[in-house]
């Protein structure tokens, strides 16, 4: 009980500090038995500690969002690789993306088993897609729903993982408690594991430690997000993309709310097509991703730079 007040207050410093936002929500995808349950991050700043010297910006603004709750799952993504429910017209569509779901690319669909013997269960976390995937992947659920989806940026992960504390794990500062909160190289023999089973962080999020890394929409040559999460540049190159959370075969410290995790073209290296795909890898599935709606998305003209990385 008195774990759960600290929780709650920690929640209502959070919202009392940061700025005015809506509910959490379920986003129900038409002509399916599957849900996204959208966690409300409160806008608000926050200092972040890399562990990279010399990167970190000073106070980061980050405005209010919803964040997923779980990791996309491989039910979620099958739906998006299959496309039979793409003509199930969406009760309550947005009016934030006026996009036609048939307009949207597909991927391509795996050729092999892409968890590598782990599973493909609908509760399982997508594992081995690349950034250009889960963009995409964003892409469609937003021309589905009518509300502008995406990957989050570094600033945006970082400040929901962290859940208004300043500590190295939403927790605290030691890893004691850490099986607790995440599948990691501790506990997880070494294989992910279906998403939500781990108690959430204070705002609601499931596996925002270990389990899969999640990619984020932010070049990891850069050296450090701006100011503001809003400060997004669209990646140049494929590599090297961030990664931020650890994944299930990851010791604590790589968990921490600042670590970072560089893609790296070696996740492709069994792959044998000519080129190689854009959509997947062969050799990384423990690279993941999560997906954030803004409260105040942007104008139609700028969906592209955060859908259409290249």
């Known amino acids: 009980m008195i774990q759960g007040i600290a929780i709650g207050w920690l929640c209502l410093l959070a919202i009392s500090s940061g700025n005015a936002q809506e509910a959490g929500y379920t986003e129900t995808l038409a002509g399916t038995n599957l849900e996204i349950d959208m966690a409300a991050i409160p806008g608000g700043t926050y200092t972040p500690a890399s562990r990279q010297a010399g990167v970190s910006p000073g106070i980061v603004r980050v405005d209010p969002f919803w964040m997923s709750s779980r990791e996309i799952t491989w039910g979620l993504y099958q739906a998006f690789l299959q496309r039979s429910a793409d003509s199930e017209p969406q009760p309550g569509r947005g009016n934030e993306v006026n996009l036609e779901v048939d307009a949207v690319a597909g991927a391509t669909i795996p050729y092999v088993d892409m968890s590598l013997g782990m599973g493909t269960g609908e509760e399982f976390p997508v594992g081995n897609v690349t950034r250009k995937a889960a963009s995409l992947f964003c892409k ?40 607790r909160y995440a599948w990691y190289s501790g506990n997880s023999d070494g294989t992910y594991h279906p998403v939500g089973k781990k108690q959430p962080n204070p705002w609601g999020l499931y596996d925002i430690y270990g389990n899969v890394a999640e990619w984020t929409l932010d070049r990891f040559e850069s050296g450090a997000f701006g100011n503001a999460a809003s400060e997004f540049e669209p990646p140049v190159a494929e590599y090297p993309g961030v990664l931020r959370g ?7 410290e790589a968990l921490k709310n600042a670590a970072r995790l560089a ?23 423990f690279a993941g991703f999560r997906i954030v709606r803004p409260q105040n998305p942007p104008e139609a003209s700028d969906f592209s730079r955060y859908w259409d990385t290249k």
């Open 263 to 285: 893609s790296n073209p070696v996740w492709k290296q069994r792959d044998p097509q000519f080129p190689r795909s854009k959509f997947w890898f062969t050799d990384a599935p």
């Open 140 to 179: 469609w659920l937003s021309a589905k729903t009518g509300n502008f989806y995406r990957l989050p940026t570094e600033a945006e992960w970082e400040y929901a993982a962290r859940a208004g504390t300043d500590t190295p794990y939403f927790f605290g500062s030691r890893p004691d408690s850490l099986g």
């Open 246 to 252: 650890g994944s299930y075969r990851d010791g604590p």
